[in-house]
């Protein structure tokens, strides 16, 4: 992971698909992307196919829509409305960020306090111009005025960051979690992927880690990760360490896998030296054996 240079971003997507496994397909579909001009009045993100399924499979597969980023200046119903609440008038779309014309930033995403004006541009994931440019003023509703058979499935605003903190992005999210880890990347990668974690996942949740590496170690730089960030324990998950190899059935079995909601297998190396493709087999049978402990639940 060292050779990744947005190495943060990367360790939350790969959190987030295992936590919440909707937007992690977002993200599946946005990697592996390229420009395309269609015309001189659009600009899109198209997803390449890359070594996809062939014959039939690939025509069915031809036939989806498939995630674009639109570029669309903001309709004058969102003008004066803050980010925060831009995406609720977009019912067909999601709304990835703001490219502002009159403040200049570093990022597409402002503060959630930001006003959108008439010069701003928008961008938004959606599978067509068309359901990009659906703007819909939005009723008023709160978390108390929306009735019990309109409420499946409904996210509002408000309720997407919880009392306690938590980012709440779905109902995959709902609910104390138990997240394995198998393997431990190293002090600064681990620390990072907790706090992912922490941020998504309810109050009450667990963490277990199996590595090869001594739990005082991965404790010590757990503490320290914690102290420089004024904090004695994470907000809402617990860290449970367990020392084992990933590949050995019987060092997998100490895990709680009956109850565990999902899994991440990260990539431990044995040695400084050691070859990735050294790392990725092992994880690879980790994967395997995994697979097998739980079909014999």
Sequence with gaps: SHGIVARKVVNRMMVLRALVPSVGFVFLSMTSASFATKSTKSQLLTPTLGRGP????????????????????????????????????????VVCGVNSGVTARKSIIPGASYVLQAQDVLVLLAPNAAAAKRCVVPRPTSAATVAPEESKGLYLAESLVKSDGQLRLGPAADGPKV?????????????????????HVSSGSSVHILSRTPVAEREEWILQHLKMTGRSNF?????QQYEGESTNKWDMTKLPLASASCALILAERLRDDESTLAVDSRNLTSAIFLKQKLDEL
């Design 54 to 93: 062939k014959g039939a499979a690939a025509a069915k597969d031809a036939t989806l829509p498939q995630a674009k980023l639109h570029l669309v200046p903001a309709p004058a119903c969102v003008c004066g409305v803050p980010f925060s609440e831009v995406g609720r008038f977009f019912p067909d779309a």
């Design 179 to 199: 997240v394995l880890v198998l393997g431990c990347p190293g002090a600064g990668d681990i620390a990072e992927i907790l706090d992912t974690i922490d941020v």
């Design 235 to 239: 907000d809402r998950i617990s860290v």
